[in-house]
């Protein structure tokens, strides 16, 4: 699975965004180190806070299979029918991302055309998780 493959999946898991509220529609790829991919996107809700981004979709549907050890997640978003040249994660997916993956797990940010790679370490560089206990 390449960077750029990644990408198209978590464009194409925008497709699924359930984003009545802000119409902006969000995708999420997540490659397993077993390389496997699981897909999100996000899904808003009429009390505003009840709304899941789509990397914590992908990130929970995930762990509840069984997954636990992740190398990368590619994230794509914008207004209905556009793409924004990048989505950045909020910072609880920051956060629940810093509970399962290590400090150089790859964070791609952009369209599939132009992309930008990060680590997490680099968009949240201090956590405290289960490791640290
Ligand atoms: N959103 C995501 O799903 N992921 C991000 O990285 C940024 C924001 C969603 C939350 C909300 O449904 C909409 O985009 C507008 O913030």
Do not use: W
């Amino acid at each position: 699975m390449t960077d750029g493959e990644l990408m198209m999946l978590a464009q194409r898991a925008r497709e699924h965004s359930y984003s009545p509220y802000s119409g902006f529609c969000v995708g999420a790829a997540l490659l397993t180190k077993s390389g496997r991919v699981y897909l999100g996107c996000n899904i808003e809700n009429a009390g505003y806070s009840a709304t899941n981004c789509a990397e914590r979709t992908a990130i929970f549907k995930a762990v509840s299979e069984g997954e636990r050890e992740f190398e990368a997640i590619a994230i794509v978003g914008g207004r209905r029918g556009e793409t924004a040249p990048l989505t950045a994660p909020c910072g609880v997916c920051r956060q629940v991302l810093s509970e399962f993956c290590p400090e150089d797990f790859k964070i791609l940010l952009g369209d599939p055309q132009k992309y930008y790679t990060y680590t997490l370490k680099s968009l949240l560089p201090l956590s405290f998780g289960a490791k640290d206990l």
